[in-house]
Structures are given as structure tokens and as C-alpha cells.
């Protein structure tokens, strides 16, 4: 699978999928999306839009794709651009599910300083099988 995000982020995401991907046996890819609705000097991923992420879905890998759920309005699933979530997903071929980062965004923060464990936090890779991550509370 693939997570798309902005471009601020991207780098440190894709150090801890990369050590996921090593430790327990996700296959999951991570890809930088450029803003272009804002003119291209905007980095972070809560001001994408549907049309940002849809001129980089050439870049998804897998047989889904993960985009931050805080890319929608938070009382609609609607993008900045005014694009509904359910058109959204019809212009891919995998599906897309937009979550909550934060959780991630803190387990990324901690994984630095300890290792991988499995007994907390659960993610479903791409063979559709629960792998567990250390807990994010």
C-alpha cells in the first residue's frame, strides 16, 4: 500500500515505514504530494486537495492508498476544493481511506528511541493480516 502526504512530513514518515517494513513485514511505500492548489510552496498535507492527490496517483504502489483524514472538512467529506471523498475515490484504482495521522504521527515521534514491539497497536497490511504496533496512547 501507499501513504500520501504532504511534503513536509513525507521524509520522516518514510523513515519508520521503511523500518516497519523491515521489522515486521508491511510492504507500505510513502509518497510526497506536491500542493499545487495553493502554488506549490505549501508543504504540509492538512491543505491538500482532491486535485493534488489525484495528479499523484501515478506514484501508488500496493492495492490501497492512505491519505490523512484531516485533508476533509471536519464536519463533511469534503476536500478544500470542494471535491466529495466518495467522487474522490472513484478516480483510483485502489481503494483510498482517509485516517487520523496523529496516532502515527506520535508513534513516529517515540520509535526513534525504542524498538518495534508487537502487542498494542494494530495495522492490517497488504496480505490482510493484523500486525501489531507498540501503543500510542
Do not use: C, W
Not at 491543505?47 to 493534488?52: E, K, V
Not at 495528479?55 to 490523512?68: L, Q, S, T, V, W
Not at 506520535?106 to 502487542?119: R, V, Y
Amino acid at each position: 500500500g501507499t501513504i500520501l502526504t504532504g511534503e513536509i512530513f513525507a521524509p520522516e514518515m518514510r523513515k519508520i515505514i521503511v523500518r516497519m517494513n523491515r521489522e515486521i513485514g508491511t510492504d507500505l511505500h510513502v509518497v510526497a504530494v506536491k500542493n499545487e492548489y495553493f502554488g506549490g510552496d505549501v508543504g504540509v498535507a492538512g491543505l491538500l486537495t482532491a486535485g493534488d492527490f489525484i495528479k499523484a496517483k501515478h506514484e501508488i504502489r500496493g492495492d490501497f492508498a492512505i491519505i490523512p483524514h484531516n485533508v476533509l472538512k471536519s464536519d463533511e467529506m469534503i476536500f478544500l476544493d470542494g471535491t466529495h471523498f466518495d467522487g474522490f475515490k472513484k478516480e483510483f484504482d485502489v481503494p483510498i481511506h482517509a485516517l487520523d495521522v496523529d496516532g502515527l504521527i506520535k508513534m513516529i515521534a517515540d520509535a526513534e528511541s525504542q524498538p518495534l514491539q508487537t502487542n498494542d497497536f494494530s495495522f492490517l497490511n497488504e496480505r490482510h493480516r493484523v500486525v501489531d504496533f507498540p501503543n500510542v496512547s
